[in-house]
Nanobody, 126 residues
Framework: DVQLVESGGGTVEAGGSLRLSCVAS????????LAWFRQSPGKQREGVAS????????YYADSVEGRFTISRDNAKNTGYLQMNSLNPDDTGMYYC????????????????????WGQGTQVTVS
């Protein structure tokens, strides 16, 4: 089956760190742009970070710039989101998503541009 599976979420105190993983299966992961989104109750899904096919281009939301790092290992069909200096505003369900479109700074955060989504992993910062 073609799917993305996230893991690594949990509950952490403010100032702590978490590393999320996103494992792809059933298709050629290395051909797609990868992104992480998050959603809190009552809020729209928000783009957190995106990374190009080869990993050379990354984009971040202003709210996480300097604290979060997106990366990928195409040999392992896996993407990552390293989250440091977490604060309560980072609480939410985190989703990874992939898409065939080559994104720019003006569109990487738009959910419809991504065709495949994982089921999400919960991050709670207290």
């Amino acid at each position: 089956d073609v799917q993305l599976v996230e893991s690594g979420g949990g509950t952490v105190e403010a100032g702590g760190s978490l590393r999320l993983s996103c494992v792809a299966s059933g298709y050629v992961f290395s051909r797609d742009t990868l992104a992480w989104f998050r959603q809190s109750p009552g809020k729209q899904r928000e783009g957190v970070a995106s990374i190009s096919i080869g990993g050379g281009v990354t984009y971040y939301a202003d709210s996480v710039e300097g604290r979060f790092t997106i990366s990928r290992d195409n040999a392992k069909n896996t993407g990552y989101l390293q989250m440091n200096s977490l604060n309560p505003d980072d609480t939410g369900m985190y989703y990874c998503a992939t898409g065939a479109e080559i994104l720019t700074k003006d569109g990487w955060y738009d959910p419809p541009r991504y065709g495949l989504w994982g089921q999400g992993t919960q991050v709670t910062v207290s």
